[in-house]
């Protein structure tokens, strides 16, 4: 367990809610069992909610195609996620389109790669993984450097990854697959939460298109994860109260207990 003792802590609650911190709001879908947040909601007698902010969807065959790519001009892919797995099987499925046998896969993380055993029969000279860094997938780039390769992206993607292969003379192509868009939330009470957490810049571009008259009071607290999140909360005029992955906090889980407990020791004072 994160969090020991939750019983002893009990009477702190009182301090807690006397700062009005009662309803939380974490801009994802709940997780599948237990999470380390119902431990901060037992621990410090607090509401926590999900809400999905932003969803995934793929493209239309239509958006597709004029495109004008053909999955079997191609030697490999890059997957840069499991949501990009599905989407370039599932695209192909959807349009007929037959992808080469001989395909290489190259994989971010393990995890994507044994993934693809939903999809493909598992084979190590066809499938080669990293451990999260694009730039180790450079030296099988240029072991196979007359190769030509697709990049599967959402229409809302970081330039890391292109921009380290045209700078590296990397025969390459992006497609856009899927797309984030923007959930309606118009039933949703905003003005309800005391702390609202976040962990893309399409979440905020959601708040904003959701609730174009949000204004951030002195008791509303916004937290964000990575630091593109943390940008498009200070562009979007927000106050960023709790900010991760820190030296301090590794998770957004870590990120608000430490701010729950800080606020503890200010009422305590």
């Given at each position: ?20 911190i009662k309803n ?70 959807a349009t007929r ?143 960023l109260d709790i ?27």
């Amino acid at each position: 367990m994160l969090f020991k003792n939750v019983v002893t802590l009990c009477p702190e609650i009182q301090n807690l809610r006397a700062l009005k911190i009662k309803n939380i709001l974490i801009s994802q879908p709940k997780p599948a069992g237990a999470s380390k947040y119902d431990e901060i909601a037992e621990k410090y007698g607090v509401n926590i909610e999900y809400r999905r902010f932003i969803s995934v969807e793929r493209v239309s065959t239509k958006e597709f195609r004029k495109q004008k790519i053909n999955f079997a001009d191609f030697d490999a892919v890059i997957l840069t996620s499991r949501t990009a797995a599905d989407h370039f099987f599932g695209m192909a499925e959807a349009t007929r389109m037959q992808i080469p046998q001989d395909m290489r896969y190259y994989c971010l993380s393990e995890s994507i790669a044994y993934y693809l055993t939903k999809y493909i029969t598992y084979r190590k000279r066809k499938i080669f993984f990293v451990n999260g860094k694009a730039q180790d997938l450079l030296p099988y780039f240029k072991k196979h450097n007359n190769k030509k390769i697709l990049l599967p992206v959402s229409n809302i993607h970081k330039k890391e990854i292109p921009n380290l292969l045209k700078k590296n003379n990397i025969n390459f192509e992006k497609v856009v697959l899927y797309k984030t868009v923007m959930s309606d939330l118009s039933d949703l009470d905003i003005n309800k939460y005391d702390i609202i957490l976040f962990f893309s810049p399409s979440g905020i571009k959601s708040l904003q298109k959701n609730f174009p008259d949000f204004k951030q009071g002195p008791n509303t607290y916004i937290g964000a994860f990575g630091p593109t999140t943390k940008k498009a909360v200070k562009n979007a005029g927000l106050r960023l109260d709790i900010a991760a992955p820190t030296q301090q906090a590794k998770s957004m889980v870590e990120a608000l207990d430490q701010f729950l407990k800080a606020n503890l020791k200010e009422a305590k004072a």
